[in-house]
C-alpha cells in the first residue's frame, strides 16, 4: 500500500533567446550529468520501508530534429531548482511546466448545479430514484447520453444504455426540488436542457430529442444530402471552387478516430506517455481532436459535413490527455521540422511560458501561421493565443441555428452582447489581443466511430479559421509559393485579416477585426475588395432578413 503524496514539481528548462554577455552558456548533455548528481548528493532517506521520491529527475529532453539537445523536463524540489538559477545565472529559464486544457466548452456546465453536495448522507436520508428513458424522434432509444438532474441539494448523472435508459439517485430531494434535467447526446441529436421538469419518481419519465439533420447519423452514410453548417455558410465555404494545391495544416490536440468515414489524416504523432507514439495518435478518448479536425478538413462527399479545407494534408499531432507546455513545445518543433503551414491549436492555459513563447515565434520564422482559442472562462485571453505570434480566435453564435430548449441556448445570457443575427456567447474570453472571431456555438462536426455532434467553444471557432487559413493558402499561390520565413506567414495572417467583416455593435475585444470570409471565386478565379464581393454581403443580409421574418411568421 502507497501513501498518497502531493506529485512533485514539474520543470521545464531551457535556453533565453539571447545570454546576457556575463553569462556562461550551458552545454543540456553536460546540465543532464549535473542534474543527475544533485539527485545523488540530495537524495532523500527511505522513511518506514517506503522508498522516497527523487529530489531530482530527467524525466524528458527535447531535441531539434538534427538531434541538439535544447530543453529539459525536470521533477525537482525547490532546493534544486534555486540551485540551478544560482549556478546558471541568465544562461538558463526554469519554468513550471503548466498544464493546458481543451477548450470545448462543457455543455452541462450550468452555474445553478450545485457544485458541492450540501449534505452528508445518513441512514435516515431519504433516496428519489428518477428513472429517465432519452428516444429519438422516431421512438429509438439514444445510447450513451449523458443525463444530469439537479436538486436544491443534490445532483446525479450518468450515461444512457443501448435502450436510453438511466437511473439516477438524488439524495435528500423530492419531486418538487428537483430543479432542472440536461441531456447531451454522444452524437446526432440536439441537447435539451429543461428548468423546472415535472418528474415522476416511480415511473419512466421520457424526454424526446430532435434530430440535427438527415445526414448527421451515426454510421456516416445515410446518403443523405450533407450537412453544412453555419459557420461555413457565413464564411463563404459554400461554392468555393475545389482546391488541390498541397497545405499541410496540424491539428495539435487529443488526436483522432481514425476510421471516422468523414476523415482522412495524412500523419501524426502522440507526444504524450505512449510506448507507441507513431500509432496512438489514431485514437481519441475525448473527441475532441476528432471535432476540430473536422472542422479543419472533413471531407467533400455526399454525406457528413463539409470541411474549410478537405484536400489538404491533415497532421494529428496529440498532446492530451495531461497536455502540458512541454509536450506542445515538442509538437510545435515537430511542425517546425515537418513543414507545416498552419497549426490550429485548440487548448490553452492561464500562465505565459516563455520557452512555449519562443517555440511559437520559432513557427513563425519558419513561414507557419499559429492559431489559438481566445479560451472560454469569459475572462481574460488564454495562453498561447495571448501571444502576439498568435492569430487569436473569439467565438460567436448565431440566433436561430440551435433549438430554444438546447444548451446551447444559455450561451445568449440574460443580457447579451448581440448585433443582428449574432450574439458573443459568455463563455468567449475577450481582450485586446483578439484578433477574429468564428463561429464557435452550435458547431456539428465529427466525433469518434462514425457520429456527428454540435459542440460549443473557442475549440470550435479556432478551426473555422485555421482551415480558413489552409484554405486561403491554396488559393493564394503568391503567399504559398514563398520561401518559409516570416514574411510568409505574416502574408498570410495579413490576407485573413483582409477579408474579415467587422460585426457592428459588438465590441472589438469581442471579435478583433470581425468574422474571416473566404473571397468570393468568379471563373475559378479569387476576387478580393471588389464590387461583387459588396453586392454578395447585400444580398447574404436580405436573405438573412427574409428568413427571420417567415420564422417569426
Known amino acids: 500500500m502507497s501513501t498518497i503524496k502531493p506529485k512533485p514539481k514539474t520543470y521545464i528548462i ?13 552545454d543540456f548533455e553536460e546540465l543532464t550529468i ?76 450550468r452555474p445553478e448545479i450545485p457544485l458541492i453536495q450540501n449534505i452528508v448522507p445518513t441512514t435516515e436520508t431519504e ?69 423546472q421538469p415535472a418528474i415522476k419518481v416511480g415511473e419512466e419519465n421520457e424526454v424526446v430529442l430532435k434530430k440535427i439533420g438527415p445526414s448527421v447519423s451515426s454510421n456516416g ?29 496540424a491539428v495539435i490536440d487529443s488526436g483522432i478516430s481514425v476510421n471516422h468515414p468523414d476523415l482522412s489524416p495524412s500523419e501524426g504523432f502522440d507526444f504524450g506517455e505512449t510506448t507507441d507514439a507513431a500509432e496512438s495518435w489514431k485514437k481519441d478518448g475525448s473527441g475532441h481532436g476528432t471535432h476540430v479536425s473536422g472542422i479543419c478538413a472533413s471531407q467533400n462527399n455526399e454525406f457528413g459535413i463539409l470541411g474549410f479545407a478537405p484536400n489538404s494534408e491533415l497532421i494529428v499531432l496529440r498532446v492530451f490527455p495531461n497536455a502540458s507546455n512541454s509536450k506542445l513545445i515538442k509538437a510545435l518543433d515537430w511542425c517546425i521540422d515537418n513543414d507545416v503551414d498552419v497549426v490550429n491549436m485548440s487548448l490553452g492555459g492561464k500562465n505565459a511560458s516563455q520557452l512555449v ?36 480566435v473569439a467565438a460567436i453564435g448565431r440566433f436561430g441555428t440551435f433549438p430554444d430548449d438546447s444548451s446551447h441556448h444559455k450561451h445568449i445570457g440574460d443580457t447579451p452582447v448581440q448585433s443582428g443575427d449574432y450574439f458573443s456567447p459568455q463563455f ?36 473555422h479559421v485555421a482551415g480558413l487559413a489552409g484554405r486561403l493558402l491554396q488559393m493564394q499561390d503568391d503567399i504559398r509559393n514563398m520561401s518559409r520565413t516570416a514574411e510568409r506567414s505574416q502574408s498570410l ?35 478580393d475588395n471588389s464590387a461583387l464581393s459588396e453586392v454578395a454581403v447585400l444580398i447574404d443580409s436580405a436573405i438573412k432578413i427574409v428568413e427571420t421574418k417567415l420564422v417569426n411568421v
Open 34 to 109: 549535473e542534474i543527475e548528481k544533485l539527485g545523488q548528493v540530495f537524495a532523500p532517506q527511505e522513511v518506514d520501508g517506503e522508498a522516497p521520491e527523487p529530489a531530482v529527475e530527467v524525466i524528458r529532453k527535447l531535441s531539434t530534429k538534427n538531434g541538439n539537445l535544447e530543453s529539459l523536463v525536470v521533477n525537482m524540489n525547490d532546493e534544486i531548482k534555486n540551485l540551478l538559477n544560482e549556478r546558471h545565472r541568465g544562461a538558463i529559464i526554469i519554468e513550471s511546466d503548466d498544464p493546458l486544457y481543451p477548450l470545448e466548452h462543457q455543455q452541462n456546465d
Open 357 to 392: 513563447r519562443q517555440r511559437i515565434q520559432a513557427c513563425r520564422e519558419n513561414g507557419i501561421l499559429p492559431v489559438a482559442a481566445a479560451g472560454n472562462n469569459g475572462g481574460k485571453v488564454l495562453f498561447p493565443a495571448a501571444f502576439s505570434e498568435v492569430l487569436a
Open 493 to 527: 495572417f495579413d490576407a485573413i485579416i483582409e477579408t474579415c467583416t467587422f460585426i457592428e455593435s459588438i465590441p472589438e475585444i469581442y471579435q478583433g477585426k470581425g468574422m474571416p470570409r473566404l473571397p468570393l471565386s468568379t471563373d475559378g478565379g479569387v476576387t
Open 14 to 26: 531551457g535556453k533565453p533567446t539571447q545570454i546576457p554577455a556575463d553569462a556562461v552558456d550551458v
Open 127 to 195: 433516496n428519489v430514484i428518477v428513472n429517465v428513458a432519452v428516444k429519438g424522434p422516431k421512438g429509438e432509444g439514444v445510447n450513451k447520453a449523458w443525463v444530469t438532474v439537479a436538486g436544491l441539494l443534490w445532483v446525479d448523472s450518468g450515461f444512457t444504455n443501448s435502450k436510453g435508459q438511466v437511473k439516477l439517485t438524488l439524495l435528500g430531494e423530492s419531486e418538487e426540488s428537483i430543479s432542472s434535467i440536461e441531456i447531451k447526446p454522444a452524437h446526432t441529436y440536439w441537447s435539451l436542457r429543461i428548468d
Open 428 to 463: 468567449t474570453c475577450r481582450g485586446p489581443e483578439v484578433n477574429v472571431c468564428a463561429p464557435g456555438v452550435a458547431i456539428t462536426s465529427c466525433v469518434p466511430g462514425a457520429g456527428y455532434a454540435a459542440w460549443d467553444g473557442t475549440s470550435m471557432a479556432c478551426p
Open 221 to 249: 452514410d445515410s446518403g443523405e444530402k450533407q450537412f453544412v453548417g453555419w459557420g461555413q455558410q457565413d464564411m463563404r465555404l459554400v461554392g468555393q471552387p475545389q482546391q488541390s494545391k498541397s497545405v499541410r495544416i
